[in-house]
């Protein structure tokens, strides 16, 4: 499977942005799917991940009531809506796609990532 994320950005803190991640080469619309992020000296992190059919969501307390994870499994494609932004949400943003049959927070318990797109929240 092939993952690319756009969507990135630099945005004043406050501000929103939404994360796409195309997904290619596989079945897609089974797949446990993940967002992580990973800021400059900092280990990559959980954000928020998807069931296959979205009906469970998962979300790093970091984040909660503010991203956001859904996704359209006919166009191949999981989002992150992020509102209310802060600067420490800056960070390179990759999604990522498990084999496991639900949403795991672990970065090694996935083995399909994107190539990262860049948040930069400023204050």
């Known amino acids: 499977v092939q993952l690319q994320a756009f969507g990135g950005g630099l945005v004043q803190a406050g501000g929103s942005l939404k994360l796409s991640c195309a997904a290619s080469?596989?079945?897609?619309?089974?797949?446990?799917m993940g967002w992580f992020r990973q800021a400059p000296g900092k280990e990559r992190e959980f954000v928020a991940g998807s069931s296959w059919n979205g009906d469970s969501t998962s979300y790093a307390d970091s984040v909660k009531g503010r991203f956001t994870i859904s996704r359209d499994n006919a166009k191949r494609t999981v989002r992150l809506q992020m509102i209310s932004l802060k600067p420490e949400d800056t960070a390179v943003y990759y999604c990522?796609?498990?084999?496991?049959?639900?949403?795991?927070?672990?970065?090694?318990?996935?083995?399909?990532w994107g190539q990262g797109t860049l948040v930069t929240v400023s204050s």
């Open positions: 990522a796609r498990t084999g496991t049959p639900c949403v795991t927070t672990l970065p090694s318990e996935y083995d399909y």
């Open positions: 080469g596989r079945t897609f619309s089974r797949d446990v």
